[in-house]
């Protein structure tokens, strides 16, 4: 696949055992929803090297030291729908003030086209940081949808979070939106008819929340 400068593709032992086991077609619903969790929270580390701090003035035991944090209300969330929830946990595990945006996509089922359905976001969501989260990257339609819908929002900052990824995906993001780093678990071989990933895990969705 050819290489994006705005594409990284993560290459840690823990996330690659995590997802052996969210593979599997015998992962219970309750611990799937957990890995998703656990991925994302590993994920949300990895990306956030660049993140800007402020300094802060703290009274330690001893004495009075300059140090660093995120500053406030900096950081929003934007899963979309319905998969995209499963993540929501495991950002704020590391961010957990940050405010949370959705935006609902369906796909059209013959063309396997995305069309928006929904879209809310926090007040000021332009000024933030702001993840956008979708366990799967499979043709890219519905991720270069949801930037779009931001950056017409008036978001300047985004970064997009993915578990899994098909190149075809990543392509498509990555050609569409070159300023927006695209973070990802593990690439995978590719698509079927369907427009799903292979090997993949199936549906994201359906495997969080029992619909299947």
Partial sequence: MEQYKNVF?????LIKHKISILRDKNTSMKEFRELIEEITTIMTYE?????ELVPVQVETPLEVTTQYRVAEDSIAIVPILRAGLGMVNGVHRVFPTAKVGHIGMYRDEETLEPHEYYCKLPEGIENKTVFLIDPMLATGGSACDALNALKKR?????????????????KAVAEAHPDVPVYVSTLDRGLNEQGYILPGLGDAGDRLYGTK
Avoid at 9 to 13: K, L, Q, R, S, V
Avoid at 154 to 170: E, H, N, R, V, Y
């Fill in 9 to 13: 593709i993560f290459d840690h032992p």
């Fill in 154 to 170: 008036g978001c300047k900052k985004i970064k997009l979070m993915s578990i899994i990824a098909a190149p075809q995906g990543i």
């Fill in 47 to 51: 990306s956030m090297s660049d993140v």
